[in-house]
C-alpha cells in the first residue's frame, strides 16, 4: 500500500511557475513508477508525466519543454516544475504511483495509488 499526499497547487497568472511536490510513504520509493496527471472540468483525467528508475522521464506533448518532472528518492517525493503556465493548464493535478513494470504506463488505468489532488489556476 502507498499513501501519496500532493501538495503546491494554487492561482498563477499565464507565462509563471508553480512547483508541485508528491510525498509518499513506501520504503521502496527509488523502484516506484512515479506520475502526474490532471483533470479539467468537464475533462477526462489526462496524463502528464511520469519518472521511473534510472532517472528515466516522458512527458506529454502539450506540457513537454515547460514542465519538468523530478524525484529526490532520499525524501520519498516526485516533484513537477511546471514553468511557462498557459490558461489551458487549469485543472486539478494528482500524483500517481504504482509498481515497477514494463511498458511504462500512460494511462490512469495503469496506477493503483493516487494523490488527492492539488488546483492549479492559470488566469489569463
Known amino acids: 500500500q502507498v499513501q501519496l499526499v500532493d501538495s503546491g497547487g494554487g492561482l498563477v497568472q499565464a507565462g509563471g511557475s508553480l512547483r508541485l511536490s508528491c510525498a509518499a510513504s513506501?520504503?521502496?520509493?527509488?523502484?516506484?513508477?512515479m506520475a502526474w496527471f490532471r483533470q479539467a472540468p468537464g475533462k477526462e483525467r489526462e496524463f502528464v508525466a511520469t519518472?521511473?528508475?534510472?532517472?528515466?522521464?516522458y512527458y506529454a506533448d502539450s506540457v513537454k519543454g515547460r514542465f519538468t518532472i523530478s524525484r529526490d528518492n532520499a525524501k520519498n517525493t516526485v516533484y513537477l516544475q511546471m514553468n511557462s503556465l498557459k490558461p489551458e493548464d487549469t485543472a486539478v493535478y494528482y500524483c500517481?504511483?504504482?509498481?515497477?513494470?514494463?511498458?511504462?504506463?500512460?494511462?490512469?488505468?495503469?496506477?493503483?495509488?493516487w494523490g488527492q489532488g492539488t488546483q492549479v489556476i492559470v488566469s489569463s
Open positions: 519518472s521511473w528508475s534510472g532517472g528515466n522521464t
Open positions: 500517481a504511483a504504482r509498481g515497477n513494470t514494463r511498458p511504462i504506463p500512460t494511462t490512469q488505468r495503469g496506477y493503483d495509488y
Open positions: 513506501t520504503r521502496t520509493f527509488s523502484n516506484v513508477i
